[in-house]
């Protein structure tokens, strides 16, 4: 075997997290490699973001044509050609893996194609290849995870990777029927758009209602309104036992309240959250510890257990604060890049106080800092209301009335610690929330800002104003 290969920094990964962290080194001169075994880009670009979001605005453009809501506007149904809108969205994904990935290779950071393995705590395997380093970067992502349904193994079924590009795992025909097994942002988003396109979709919820975990409780039953309204069956409070293969169809038995049920599907789809990519990478060779739910351990500077070797992005779960998303990764990349070889005396640590989230339904729901029962345990004297959009002039004129605007605040500072939005634009509408949060902003930092009318933002404002006065008793614009 040829002797191993010294850089600056390995980085197990190729996704957002180990490009950020490699272009960061690139700049202060040091040299990287980058590891993948799948698909050069990771989730984000190839098979999770960029492909659900394409796809899902087709859906609502079908969607809107035919279900128009203004009076006078007479529905009209599109053509929909499956095959060619899988092509396109293949095309999409191509150029962007090769302008935002494969075109920032070369100079003093390449690829090693392969499945990368720790041997010690300073040295990486991909392939018959081994590489050292001054210090190592774990950003290996996540993956679907599969929950112990009996029968599971046995049947075909379909995860979130269906959405991938160039690769066998890609769903290419459009579904007759869809049984869902799952009731988080994953699931509605892609629930809601196989409706959309013409499949019959069944959600399967374990809990007693959508989005339990880690959103107000006027969240779920809100979107479980209007997916029910669109022809989305949602089960909650359902448990799936088993599952079998019989035709051309899945047979699910599912343990509901009123006892057991047999559903059957063309397709089934598991979506059922994602787990750390840490099972089969040598970590317990190099000595870098892992949580319960296999998630590395990282300190506030992003240092595992090994202190010359790093974790980042979804491969650390919940760690320090932090979220499976694209945008933290990326930052705490360039953190791990940064504190390495900045040559600064200080390190920057991953501050994961703001990170605001969205899932892509129609309308959206968008979510940043304390949700009401967050703030009260921590201690705060919380204010905490809802207003529906049908006091925001911007849902009335479009006719959009579904949803609602949630501040959560400090009863006596007013400062606002955390913000919730289903409503249309709300993805767009959180940045402010976030920018405020970011700042400190109470109440009166809202309702003080000049809102353009008629806007969804401006729902931010009436929210804060409802701690002081009616909003449904204002006229435009006031305060």
């Known amino acids: 075997m040829a002797p191993p290969e010294h850089l600056n920094l390995v980085i197990l990964g190729s996704g957002s997290t180990a490009f950020a962290a490699a272009l960061r080194a690139q700049e202060t001169g040091k040299t990287a490699v980058m590891t993948e075994a799948r698909m050069l880009g990771g989730t984000c670009v190839n098979r999770g973001c960029l492909p659900s979001k394409n796809l899902i605005e087709a859906a609502r453009l079908l ?107 890609e769903l290419k025909a459009l579904p007759r029927s869809l049984l869902i097994v799952g009731g988080g942002y994953i699931a509605l988003e892609l629930g809601q758009m196989f409706s959309r396109f013409g499949s019959e979709v069944t959600l399967l ?65 598991v979506a059922t959250g994602r787990v750390p990519n840490t099972d089969d990478i040598g970590l317990e060779k190099a000595g870098v510890a892992v949580g319960e739910g296999g998630h590395v351990l990282v300190d506030e500077h992003l240092r595992t ?12 779960g919940r760690e320090q604060n932090s979220q499976m998303a694209t945008p ?43 949700t009401e029962k967050d703030a009260v345990a921590a201690g705060h004297p919380c204010w905490c209301r809802a207003v529906p959009l049908t006091l925001v002039p911007r849902a009335g004129a479009i006719r959009n009335t579904v949803g609602f605007v949630k501040m959560v605040a400090n009863a006596r500072t007013h400062e606002v610690l955390g913000v919730t939005m289903v409503g249309p634009e709300a993805g767009e509408v959180i940045h402010e929330a976030a920018m405020g949060l970011r700042f400190r902003a109470t109440l009166h930092d809202f309702i003080d800002l000049l809102h353009v009318y008629p806007t969804m933002a401006e729902g931010l404002k009436i929210a804060a104003i409802s701690r002081f006065k009616d909003p449904s008793k204002l006229s435009c614009c006031a305060e």
């Open 63 to 169: 969607h809107d044509a035919r279900n128009p809501r203004y009076p006078g506007l007479q529905g009209a149904a599109l053509g929909l050609d499956f095959a060619q809108l899988i092509a396109q969205k293949d095309d999409v994904v191509r150029g962007y893996r090769e302008k935002k990935y494969a075109s920032l290779l070369g100079g003093s950071f390449r690829i090693e194609e392969g499945h990368a393995r720790f041997l010690d705590a300073h040295t990486v395997a991909v392939g018959d290849k081994r590489l050292t380093a001054d210090a190592f970067l774990i950003a290996t992502g996540s993956r679907p995870r599969l929950p112990p349904i009996e029968g599971l193994a046995e049947v075909p079924y379909l995860t979130s990777d269906l959405l991938t590009s160039d690769e066998a795992v």
């Open 328 to 370: 933290v990764g990326s930052r705490d990349g360039t953190i791990v890049a940064h504190n390495l070889f900045s040559g600064l005396p200080h390190r920057t640590t991953a501050e994961h106080r703001v990170i605001p989230r969205v899932i892509f339904t129609d309308p959206q729901v968008a979510v940043v800092g304390m």
């Open 305 to 316: 257990s090994v202190p010359h070797i790093y974790a980042a992005g979804d491969v650390i």
């Open 205 to 269: 919820e374990r809990s007693g209602t959508l989005l339990s975990h880690g959103y107000e409780p006027e969240v779920g039953p809100t979107v479980r309104a209007f997916l029910e309204d669109e022809g989305v069956r949602v089960l909650v409070n359902a448990q799936l036992v088993r599952v079998r293969e019989e035709g051309s169809e899945v047979v699910a038995t599912i343990k509901l309240p009123a006892g057991m049920r047999e559903l059957r599907a063309e397709t089934l789809l």
